[in-house]
């Protein structure tokens, strides 16, 4: 059986000069208890990447999440504001919907029919006060809505916050924006449009959800992983982005867009000529993987699923309604299918470094002082979290 440490001891062998650290302990990736632990200690205190938007295709849409064991309910309201609640009658406790559904503005609890708006108004309590009689005098249905989760959104993702203290949404991804604001402007960025087709895949990944982090955070493993965009996109091409608060990433400088045909997906207007082949790849912490590039933009979300299972929801968007037209099918294809062939060669090294953990040799492992410092980085903001939790 593994050994477990205190999160004063994983910050201790974790938060020291880079060549110096170690990694944090193989309990934190393979037991059940500490997956609960991460959801409530780690990815619970900041803002976690739930769904996209257009898993609610139209408004009075209601989505069932479950996220690390928490049943949770996204819904779209007639006027299209996104909003995020404990999925749970107020009542006697029912998990309230099973299912993504069109609603009519109401959802309905299967077992006595109380009925909530989409902002989670309680409306209905048929015969709460005897057959026929709808109401009661001293029910205060007002108190009874359903409980609400902070939700943001973004990019066309939804985000919460579970532990009901981060700091609010704009100013968690602020050091985020600053450095998308030297290639787009927010505007900009709002162009970025999913089509029907050639935008949305998954992977199941047999791993950790903080390996698949891991992963992404470093270009180390190009050449070895993934040989073939090493030649279009090389390690030495590749540079670390600012660390902030709640994320680290890593960059390219030799972005090549894709041609079919002699024919490129639309570019975001304005983008500026000297980026042109700059690609950014940051994480926002604790579980969304973004690439943003001049005609395109995607979003990796790890919905984690136990200790060694963890599915990648990813999402590509395209820039304008222009490059949702049949015209670009085969390159918005094209482009999802290359993106999964390397996210597909990624399982292999989190799969393998899960195998890893289960290895009473391998103690926290050591970081390359030059190739390994996002990784680090990701690591001590682990740590921290545990602690700031502990002390809580
Ligand atoms: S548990 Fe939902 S109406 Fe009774
Ligand atoms: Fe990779």
């Given at each position: 059986?593994?050994?477990?440490?205190?999160a004063?001891?994983?910050?201790?062998r974790?938060?020291?000069?880079?060549?110096q650290?170690?990694?944090?302990?193989?309990?934190r990736?393979?037991?059940?208890e500490?997956?609960i632990?991460d959801?409530?200690?780690?990815?619970?205190?900041g803002?976690a990447?739930?769904?996209?938007?257009?898993?609610?295709?139209?408004?009075?849409?209601a989505?069932?999440?479950?996220?690390?064991?928490?049943?949770?309910?996204?819904?779209?309201?007639?006027?299209d504001?996104?909003?995020?609640?404990?999925?749970?009658?107020?009542?006697r406790?029912?998990?309230?919907?099973?299912?993504?559904?069109?609603?009519?503005?109401?959802?309905?609890c299967?077992y006595h029919?109380?009925?909530?708006?989409?902002d989670?108004t309680?409306?209905g309590t048929?015969h709460?006060?005897?057959?026929?009689k709808?109401?009661?005098?001293?029910?205060?249905?007002?108190k009874h809505?359903l409980?609400?989760?902070?939700?943001s959104t973004?990019?066309?993702?939804v985000?919460?916050?579970?532990?009901?203290d981060?700091?609010?949404?704009?100013?968690?991804?602020a050091?985020?924006?600053?450095?998308?604001?030297?290639?787009?402007t927010?505007?900009?960025?709002?162009?970025?449009?999913?089509?029907?087709?050639g935008?949305?895949?998954t992977l199941?990944?047999?791993?950790?959800?903080?390996?698949?982090v891991e992963?992404y955070l470093?270009s180390y493993?190009?050449p070895s992983v993934?040989p073939?965009l090493?030649?279009?996109s090389?390690?030495d091409?590749?540079?670390?982005?600012?660390?902030?608060?709640?994320?680290a990433g890593?960059?390219?400088l030799?972005?090549?867009r894709?041609?079919?045909?002699?024919?490129m997906?639309?570019?975001?207007?304005?983008?500026?000529?000297?980026?042109a082949?700059?690609?950014l790849?940051?994480?926002?912490?604790?579980n969304?993987?973004?690439?943003i590039?001049?005609?395109?933009?995607?979003?990796?979300?790890?919905?984690?699923?136990g200790?060694?299972?963890?599915?990648?929801?990813?999402?590509?968007s395209?820039?304008?309604?222009?490059?949702?037209?049949?015209?670009y099918?085969?390159?918005?294809d094209?482009?999802?299918?290359?993106?999964?062939?390397?996210?597909?060669e990624?399982v292999f090294?989190?799969?393998?470094?899960?195998?890893?953990?289960s290895?009473?040799?391998?103690?926290?492992?050591?970081?390359?002082?030059?190739?390994?410092?996002?990784?680090?980085?990701?690591?001590?903001?682990?740590?921290?979290?545990?602690?700031?939790?502990?002390s809580a």
């Open positions: 059986m593994a050994a477990t440490h205190t004063t001891e994983i910050l201790r974790v938060d020291q000069p880079v060549a650290a170690s990694g944090l302990p193989n309990e990736y393979i037991s059940d500490t997956f632990a959801r409530d200690n780690v990815i619970g205190t803002w990447c739930i769904a996209f938007i257009d898993d609610l295709p139209e408004a009075n849409y989505l069932p999440v479950d996220f690390m064991g928490l049943p949770l309910l996204v819904t779209r309201d007639k006027s504001t996104i909003r995020v609640f404990h999925n749970v009658c107020s009542h406790g029912m998990h309230l919907a099973d299912a993504p559904c069109k609603t009519n503005g109401m959802v309905r299967p029919s109380w009925t909530y708006a989409l989670g309680l409306r048929p709460i006060g005897g057959v026929g709808h109401d009661h005098p001293e029910f205060e249905r007002e809505g409980k609400a989760v902070r939700s973004w990019l066309g993702a985000f919460v916050n579970l532990s009901n981060a700091a609010e949404f704009e100013d968690y991804i050091p985020l924006t600053k450095q998308f604001n030297e290639l787009t927010p505007e900009q960025r709002d162009r970025f449009k999913s089509a029907p087709q935008c949305r895949t199941e990944v047999n791993s950790n959800w903080k390996l698949a992963n470093e493993h190009l993934h073939e090493n030649r279009v090389p390690i091409a590749h540079f670390e982005l600012d660390y902030f608060d709640n994320g890593q960059g390219s030799n972005y090549t894709l041609s079919v045909d002699d024919q997906l639309p570019m975001v207007d304005d983008w500026p000529e000297e980026h082949t700059r690609a790849y940051p994480v926002l912490y604790p969304t993987l973004i690439g590039h001049s005609d395109q933009l995607f979003i990796m979300y790890l919905q984690p699923i200790p060694d299972k963890t599915v990648e929801h990813v999402r590509v395209y820039v304008g309604d222009e490059a949702l037209s049949d015209q099918k085969k390159l918005r094209e482009t999802l299918t290359s993106w999964t062939s390397v996210f597909s990624d090294a989190v799969e393998r470094m899960q195998k890893g953990r290895s009473p040799g391998y103690k926290g492992g050591a970081f390359s002082p030059v190739m390994d410092n996002p990784t680090h980085h990701f690591h001590q903001w682990v740590a921290k979290q545990l602690v700031n939790s502990d």
